[in-house]
Every structure is written in structure tokens, then in C-alpha cells.
């Protein structure tokens, strides 16, 4: 079992793409309409969610790096500049799609969080610095993106900006508090290197979590979707401009900014990667079923993309910054 959600958890885009490809079959053939998932939605948020923030070690935020100015820097870039290029896309490309120009919004308006701490590791950049990053980015989300969604989304969605404020900060937080004490417990009653053994499987279990909601959500718009193709084309060209955007204007305000590489990617990673399980959570818990299944869409292409700015653009990176 520990092998196959670490599997998962290094091989989530195939994951993803198969998750996918079996929902549009299912769901082809057995409607999912008539099925109350949100029982099942909610269990899948808490295995996304839980796992994630147990992982984090909070606390060790007042002993990672000051650099203030990466820190406020990349927060501006992931969420200000990110949500203008995101409306910007939503009417212009995504127009005449309301639930998919929301779901991308939605990508612009929360940023990432953990994974940030991961992508820098594997892109050798200051992990330290992107600790920090990540937990103010976290805390920052209940608080900022409902502004974002509601200033940027209100005219494709109408929603109570109250409902979703405290719809992220019990996706958030509860999870938070129980992760703390959960890792406090562990490390108790079993000690540091148990803990740092068991660590290996939460990103697992959380990406599990997000198969299920990515399943769900597909098979549920799964006759629409089979029968208008070009949805997949749409919304693969909307992420696409996005990210390459979002790369490109990272890069620049780098080298504005003299960033060495490992603190210039974190700017970069920060700015383009979004959070995978939040925006899923949340699109599951309050938005229609076309939004969730363009959020689904995502996680395969991001990860592909942040692989190939790693390691297809990192050794130029290196050379330009």
C-alpha cells in the first residue's frame, strides 16, 4: 500500500489522465445525476486536506529564511498579477464558456501552497524561502481569494462571498489544527524519525483524495463532455496561455529584481503553479459540476508543465538568471 501512494504521488498526472478517462467511460453509461457525491465529495476533501497540512512543519517558518522581499514579491505575483492574467483570459478566450472562464478564476485566486515546498526541492531552490512563502500564502486564502473570486468571478457566478470565506477557512484550518496535533502526537508517541518515515505517504493519500473528487466530477458532466469534444481544447488552451504567461512575466521580474536561480525560481514556481487541492475542495463543495470538471482537467497539465520548466527550461534558467 505504501508503494502504491507513492507511486501516486510521483506518477500523478498518469494517475490523473486514467482517473479521467474512466469517469467519461462510466459516466457515458451510468448517470451520475441522480447520485448524491457529496457525502463522498467531503471525505475525498479531508483525505486531500489532512494529509497535506500534517505533512507541514509550521512552525518551523520562524526559523526559515527572511527575504522579504522574494516573500512579498512572489505573493504579489501569485495572487494579483495571477488574477488579472486569469480575467483576462476568462473574457477573452473562456467568454462564452461561464463555468470554465469561473474555473479558471478560480486557478488565478488560489495560489499554491505545500506543493510549492516540493517543486522547489526538485528544482533545487531555496526551500527555506518557499516554506515561508507557502504558509503565508496558506493563511492568506481564506482572506484574499474570496475578494479575487467575487471581484474577477461575480459576473460569470453568483455565490455568498460570507459562505465561501468560511468554506476555505474550515478547509483550511480544521486541517491545519488537526495536522499540528496529529504530527505533535505522532512525534510523542513514536518519535521524530517514525514520523519522518510515515511523512513518505500523506502527498499518497492526498493525491488519492484528489483522484476521487477528479472522478466524480468528470462522470457527472461526462455525456456533455463526450458530446461537445472541444470543451478538452478549450480549457487546454486557456491553461496553457495562462501558465506560459505567467512563466514569461516571472522571468522578467527576476532578473528586474537581480534574483539569484534559487530565489528566482520560487517566483516563477509560485506564480504559475495553483493549488490543485483547495480549488478542487472548494469548486466540489459550491460550484457547478462544469467548473469542477475544468479544475479536474488541471492537475495533469500542470504537473507536466511545472516538470518541463524544471527540467526542460531549469539548466537555461541557471545560465539566464
Request: charged share 15%; aromatic share 12%; proline share 4%.
Amino acid at each position: 500500500m505504501k508503494q502504491i501512494l507513492i507511486l501516486i504521488k510521483k506518477k500523478l498526472y498518469i494517475f490523473v489522465i486514467i482517473d479521467m478517462i474512466l469517469a467519461l467511460i462510466i459516466g457515458n453509461y451510468v448517470d451520475f445525476n441522480t447520485i448524491n457525491i457529496k457525502p463522498v465529495s467531503m471525505i475525498a476533501v479531508f483525505m486531500m486536506l489532512y494529509p497535506m497540512l500534517t505533512g507541514l512543519v509550521i512552525e518551523k517558518v520562524k526559523k526559515a529564511g527572511r527575504n522579504y522581499k522574494l516573500i512579498v514579491s512572489t505573493l504579489f505575483f501569485a495572487y494579483v498579477v495571477a488574477s488579472i492574467s486569469a480575467y483576462i483570459i476568462s473574457r477573452t478566450v473562456l467568454i462564452e464558456y461561464p463555468d470554465i472562464a469561473f474555473a479558471m478564476i478560480m486557478v488565478g485566486a488560489i495560489p499554491c501552497s505545500n506543493m510549492l515546498i516540493g517543486w522547489s526541492g526538485i528544482a533545487d531552490a531555496s526551500v527555506e524561502d518557499a516554506l515561508v512563502i507557502a504558509v503565508i500564502g496558506l493563511l492568506l486564502i481564506p482572506v484574499v481569494s474570496p475578494l479575487i473570486l467575487k471581484i474577477s468571478g461575480g459576473v460569470f457566478v453568483t455565490f455568498s462571498i460570507q459562505k465561501l470565506f468560511f468554506t476555505l477557512l474550515s478547509f483550511i484550518l480544521i486541517p491545519l489544527i488537526l495536522g499540528f496535533f496529529t504530527r505533535k502526537w505522532i512525534i510523542a508517541k513514536k518519535g521524530k524519525p517514525y514520523f519522518m518515515k510515515i511523512k513518505k505517504i500523506f502527498p499518497g493519500i492526498s493525491a488519492s483524495g484528489i483522484l476521487v473528487i477528479v472522478f466524480f466530477s468528470v462522470a457527472k458532466v461526462a455525456r456533455e463532455v463526450i458530446s461537445k469534444p472541444e470543451i478538452f481544447l478549450i480549457i487546454l488552451v486557456g491553461l496553457m496561455i495562462y501558465y506560459i504567461f505567467q512563466t514569461l512575466i516571472s522571468i522578467l521580474a527576476s532578473k528586474v529584481l537581480k534574483f539569484k536561480y534559487e530565489h528566482a525560481m520560487i517566483l516563477i514556481l509560485g506564480a504559475t503553479a495553483s493549488s490543485q487541492a483547495i480549488s478542487l475542495s472548494v469548486a466540489a463543495s459550491m460550484f457547478s459540476d462544469m467548473t469542477v470538471f475544468a479544475l479536474s482537467f488541471k492537475p495533469a497539465i500542470q504537473v507536466l508543465y511545472i516538470m518541463f520548466l524544471i527540467y526542460g527550461m531549469g539548466p537555461r534558467l541557471k545560465k539566464i538568471l
